[in-house]
């Protein structure tokens, strides 16, 4: 490898409380050259915290792939650059891969600087047996819905997915069609200051949120058992 050439940095943040950024992360983002990040404003609420000074460039699902070139170019030539996400680790439901896949392809180092992520910290709660589980990542809205819940209700272990507020109750109902003996672990808002976590059948989920529809907000992440 060419030792000249710089790093990819994919870096994890937080989602939702900012004490969770870890030491290691913020010295990375001081001292990185830029950050490719999915929106600017939300990066400089993290970096401000901080009081990181790094110059930040958009890098999200929209961006022409020329840019994901130019960026690695910029690598090539010896900066060293990172790529978070709004909330969360890079790669897991956004377009963080194409990027690191990108660096692969040309040969340039990509070092993990690991952190919070949803699915770590429902699982961490969780209380069943999750050494192994699905992670299906968002269900579609509307071509594939059906095949998606079908593919939760047949699987022999548990199946972890995120959600929005806009679907998740009507998403709850169709599982509940496919799988009325299914179990659900909910998490919403997790590490923010409304986080809650919701346990039983998903009978008893739906209800619960039917009767407190002003908790239908945040994001969900979600999991299903048998």
């Known amino acids: 490898m060419d030792n000249e050439k710089g790093t990819l940095y994919v870096v994890a943040t937080p989602i939702g ?41 958009i890098y999200h699902q929209h961006t ?13 030539d010896g900066k060293k650059i990172a790529v978070v996400t709004d909330a ?11 990027l690191v896949a990108l660096a692969v392809e040309n040969d340039i180092k990509v070092e993990p600087i690991p952190g919070v992520s949803a699915i770590n910290a ?11 589980f699905t992670f299906l990542a968002y269900p579609p809205h509307k071509k594939g819905r059906q095949t998606f819940f079908t593919k ?28 009325p ?8 808002e997790l590490t923010k200051m409304y986080e809650e976590i919701v346990r039983g059948g998903v009978g008893d989920i739906i209800e619960y949120f039917e009767n407190n ?6 994001e969900f992440v ?3 058992y048998r």
């Open 181 to 188: 003996e299914a179990q659900i672990i909910l998490g919403r």
């Open 17 to 57: 409380n900012l004490s969770d950024m870890t030491f290691r992360g913020v010295d990375i983002l001081n001292d990185v050259d830029l950050i490719a990040c999915e929106d600017t404003r939300v990066t400089r609420k993290l970096l401000d915290h901080y009081d990181i000074g790094t110059k930040t460039i």
């Open 222 to 224: 979600v999991v299903v």
């Open 213 to 218: 529809s002003d908790k239908i907000k945040g």
């Open 88 to 98: 969360g680790t890079p790669g897991v439901s956004d377009p963080g891969n194409k």
């Open 152 to 179: 939760v209700s047949e699987s022999d272990v548990p199946v972890i997915y995120y959600d929005s507020v806009h679907r998740v109750l009507k998403n709850l109902k169709l599982l509940q069609e496919l799988m």
């Open 64 to 76: 022409r792939d020329n840019k994901a070139g130019e960026i690695i170019n910029e690598i090539r």
């Open 122 to 132: 429902i699982v961490s709660v969780a209380g069943i047996d999750m050494q192994k």
